[in-house]
């Protein structure tokens, strides 16, 4: 069966800090990843998807960047935080093809917290 | 941006009872999906019906879908406390899939 792992659960970084959360994705080949932030009682905003190896799409402009070296490793990354990148990250795969065609399946989050 | 909206923005019944969640939302759609979030953790996927689809059922769970009015719900038969969560709908048109801010569930046993 299929399993996601995202980590850390939980992440406290002070400003200007560098950011790196990973994601991986065991049982299947050539998912659809996903990387979401969600504001305290609000939805989801999705920051960027990846169809393949080193294809990352970027929905918003921000301050953070996403790479996919491995089929199966996502990862979220920034230079520099600022106060604004505090939330709950959330990282999601689904099956390849057209996005949003199959069930996305999410990670457990990471909480972040900037200081 | 968010697509779409539930309402109500946060629901309390007693167990046993039913629980009706409402999604409207703005533009065409390829389909909507439900997801349900226990507080602090991932969303888990719970229907996906498509645009040319009515009606589907999955246990106590039943989704509806009218695209002239651009709205679906979310019915829960028979609630328990284990369904208290949030409850977030989904949809896709063409490759862009957004998510509402969801409907907070609370069942009280």
């Known amino acids: 069966s299929q399993t996601i792992h995202q980590w850390p659960a939980t992440l406290v970084q002070p400003v200007g800090s560098p950011l790196s959360l990973e994601c991986t994705v065991e049982?299947?080949?050539?998912?659809?990843l996903y990387w979401y932030r969600q504001a305290a009682g609000r939805g989801l905003q999705l920051l960027f998807y990846s169809v393949g190896i080193g294809q990352i799409s970027s929905e918003v402009p921000q301050n953070l960047s996403a790479s996919r070296p491995q089929d199966r490793q996502f990862i979220l990354s920034s230079k520099k935080l600022l106060l604004s990148d505090s939330g709950f990250y959330l990282c999601?795969?689904?099956?390849?093809?057209?996005?949003?065609?199959?069930?996305?399946?999410f990670g457990d989050g990471t909480r972040l917290s900037i200081l | 941006s968010q697509q779409g909206e539930e309402d109500p923005q946060a629901l309390s019944i007693q167990e046993g009872e039913n629980a009706t969640m409402n999604c409207s939302y703005k533009?065409?759609?390829?389909?909507l999906q439900w997801y349900r979030q226990n507080s602090g953790r991932g969303l888990v996927h719970l229907i996906l019906i498509r645009s040319n689809e009515r009606e589907k059922h999955s246990g106590r769970l039943r989704v509806t879908l009218d695209t002239s009015k651009k709205s679906s719900s979310l019915l829960i038969t028979a609630s328990r406390a284990a369904d208290t969560a949030s409850y977030f709908c989904a949809t896709l048109n063409n490759n862009d899939m957004r998510f509402g801010a969801g409907t907070r569930l609370t069942v009280k046993p």
């Open positions: 049982g299947t080949s050539n998912p659809n």
């Open positions: 999601a795969w689904s099956e390849w093809g057209r996005a949003g065609n199959q069930p996305q399946h």
């Open positions: 533009t065409s759609i390829n389909n």
